[in-house]
């Protein structure tokens, strides 16, 4: 039986690819593996069933036999783990590389998803105008340093890997702001990403759920 993963039945992204369930489908075709999706509301996700799950109230989920699993990076973590392809054989590669999924989802995302806040609730208040710059700021501050690391090089530490994998999936929330063509290496960094076959495929399937959704 395959694993089966929870995602939005209808995406607040638009089909855009950055819903949650994405760097899990993502990483289940660079593997090679097949999953099931189940489909659930927003008021399903709330619901004591789906806590079950994810305490907060999140997608996605990921469910094998009796194992349960919630957070995305921590998902992609497991099958990178478990199936060839997103890991280095090598142990001190294979570490690099895990650290590279941690700096994603812990020192790149965070200021990335406040700009997306300020952008999306807190454009009303009094003190968004001053707010958003400062925001932005944080966001290049980091953006600086993660390009003058990577340089000329095509992944972050060699070959392709799952921390290449989440930081792709990170760096496309900033698409909409423009922040990111502000860095010619990063811009063609997601640009490979987005290329791979197996993203493709991922972004179809996220997509496919959005465009089937019914829109009354």
């Given at each position: 039986m395959s694993p089966t993963i929870t995602a939005f039945e209808r995406s607040p992204d638009r089909g855009r690819g950055l819903a949650r369930d994405?760097?899990?489908?993502?990483?289940?075709?660079?593997?090679g593996r097949p999953y099931d999706v189940r489909l659930v509301s927003f008021?399903?996700?709330?619901?004591?069933?789906?806590?079950?799950?994810?305490?907060f109230g999140q997608i996605p989920t990921y469910q094998e036999g009796d194992l349960s699993l919630f957070e995305s990076g921590a998902i992609v973590l497991h099958l990178a783990q478990h199936y060839s392809g997103l890991l280095p054989s090598d142990a001190n590669a294979r570490a690099r590389a895990i650290t590279w999924m941690f700096a994603a989802v812990s020192t790149m995302e965070p200021?990335?998803?406040?700009?997306?806040?300020?952008?999306?609730?807190e454009r009303n208040e009094s003190w968004y105008e001053q707010r958003l710059p400062m925001v932005k700021d944080r966001i290049r501050h980091r953006l600086r340093e993660l390009s003058a690391h990577l340089g000329e090089a095509d992944w972050l530490d060699g070959t392709f890997s799952a921390g290449d994998l989440l930081m792709v999936s990170v760096l496309r929330r900033l698409h909409a702001s423009g922040l990111?063509?502000?860095?010619?290496?990063?811009?063609?960094?997601v640009?490979?990403?987005?290329?791979?076959?197996?993203?493709?495929?991922?972004f179809a399937a996220q997509?496919?759920?959005f465009t089937a959704a019914p829109t009354g």
């Open positions: 994405m760097p899990v489908r993502w990483a289940f075709e660079e593997v008021s399903e996700m709330k619901a004591s069933a789906h806590r079950a799950l994810n305490p200021p990335i998803v406040d700009l997306g806040t300020a952008v999306i609730i990111l063509k502000e860095y010619q290496n990063l811009s063609a960094y640009a490979r990403g987005e290329a791979r076959p197996a993203f493709r495929r991922a997509l496919a759920v």
